[in-house]
């Protein structure tokens, strides 16, 4: 199988990782490679803040609990009008309400990917993201790409520059890094040709 094509079907969501540090320069690689993406014009939107320190990953951590925690009971109230928001609610509550990190996953390594708002950001950063997640896997490492980081970071100006997010920036992606404790060997199912794709001939 051609190399490439390898790398991107066996890369997995890794949500468990060893107690290891990155060395810097396989890290300098991963961000190489998503300086390496396409983007509008070239216009490069992304910048990459790298965060090792790993009292600054809990407290990044803790945050996202406590504003999840805030949501939760504005929630419950909700609840009782809309079932689904209610199984949301239980969900999340199993994340939160924990003494373990699961939401960064005690990563040793943190990137956020951050842009300032324009026509094609979202597109020219989720690009970026992809190329630093496939570059990883390459390299021994896995990765997670935490939806939920960029809902409660993005809601907090002092939090936004406590990490050191430029100024009229939005934080597009935050992704996790770190050697797997453990890798599956197979991918999930994916969905079959006929349901998700269309010839137009």
């Known amino acids: 199988m051609n190399p490439v094509i390898e ?7 890794i ?19 998503g300086k390496y993406a396409p983007s509008s014009h070239n216009s490069q939107p992304w910048r990459f803040i790298v965060i090792t320190n790993r009292r600054k990953i809990k407290e990044i951590s803790d945050y ?4 999840f925690k805030k949501l939760i009971i504005l929630g419950k109230v909700a609840s009782l009008f809309y079932k689904r928001i209610g199984e949301e609610i239980k969900s999340a509550e199993k994340r939160v309400y924990t003494g373990k990190d699961l939401f960064l996953y005690d990563a040793p390594l943190v990137v956020l ?19 630093m997640m496939l570059a990883a896997n390459s390299l021994g490492i896995g990765s997670c ?11 907090s100006r002092a939090m936004m520059e406590n990490l050191g997010v ?4 939005e934080i597009m992606a935050t992704l996790a890094f770190g050697y797997p404790v453990k890798k599956p060997d197979s991918a999930l199912p ?4 006929a349901d998700i794709i269309k010839w137009v001939k």
């Open 7 to 13: 790398n991107i079907k066996n890369r997995r969501s």
């Open 15 to 33: 949500r468990k990782y060893q107690n290891k540090a990155i060395p810097k320069g396989v890290i300098k690689e991963i961000i190489e490679a």
């Open 64 to 67: 996202i609990k406590g504003w």
């Open 113 to 131: 990917v951050c842009s300032k708002p324009g026509r094609f950001h979202v597109k020219d950063c989720s690009c970026a993201v992809q190329n």
């Open 145 to 155: 790409w935490i939806g939920f980081a960029d809902l409660a970071l993005n809601k």
């Open 166 to 169: 430029p100024k009229g920036h």
């Open 190 to 193: 994916r969905k079959e040709e």
